[in-house]
């Protein structure tokens, strides 16, 4: 029979903060002014592909422009105009 007291374990939560490059170093300086703070870091971009970051440029011009038609501030195509141009 295991016996331990529940006391002694200790429980900890994972954070994950998506964090802008301009801002990494005050983060940074914050969590580990807190002495119970296990800092690790990970540069999400080092793990694309170099095919994977073209698509993903590629995605942040699409949403741009979705956005700026949104707004009203350019026109896009409609389906039919992308059909008819085939």
């Known amino acids: 029979m295991l016996k ?8 900890m939560t994972r954070v994950l903060l998506n964090v802008p490059d301009n801002k990494l170093a005050l983060v940074r300086t914050l969590a580990q002014e807190l002495n119970f703070v296990v800092v690790s ?26 956005e700026q038609q949104m707004k009203g501030e350019i026109m896009l195509k409609t389906a039919q105009q992308l059909l008819d141009e085939l």
């Open 4 to 11: 331990f007291a529940l006391s002694t374990i200790q429980y």
């Open 41 to 66: 870091e990970k540069r999400i971009a080092s793990t694309l592909t170099e095919e994977q970051r073209k698509w993903v440029d590629q995605l942040k011009i699409s949403l741009d422009e979705i």
